[in-house]
């Protein structure tokens, strides 16, 4: 069965920085696409960043040029490093893989 496993969720000041990981267990192939989505108190759940096999990610408008997805394929890895956050980042991210695995999220938290 297969596993995400998110870290690196916490409080930050505006400007601040913060990097989430996860890491997938359970298979022992390399996922077409990993990523991360935000939901938002009262919001849907949106894409932030994804990861395909080959090519560069593709990022949200709300996040280009301030967050970097970065991605292990071997280990099944990704990371996002988040730069200059605002209080609009708030929300909980989720790690997915190829659409249809979910990690259980981390809360991030942008206030000063």
């Known amino acids: 069965q297969v596993q995400l496993v998110e870290s690196g969720g916490g409080l930050v000041q505006p400007g601040g920085s913060l990097r989430l990981s996860c890491t997938a267990s359970?298979?022992?192939?390399?996922?077409?696409?990993m990523g991360w989505y935000r939901q938002a108190p009262g919001k849907q759940r949106e894409l932030v960043a994804m990861a395909f096999s080959t090519g560069k990610p593709h990022y949200a408008d709300s996040v280009k040029g301030r967050f970097t997805l970065s991605r292990d394929n071997a280990d099944n890895t990704v990371i996002l490093q988040m730069n200059r956050l605002k209080p609009e980042d708030t929300a909980v991210y989720y790690c997915?893989?190829?659409?249809?695995?979910w990690g259980q999220g981390t809360q991030v938290i942008v206030s000063s």
């Open positions: 359970g298979t022992t192939f390399s996922f077409l696409s």
């Open positions: 997915n893989a190829e659409a249809t695995h």
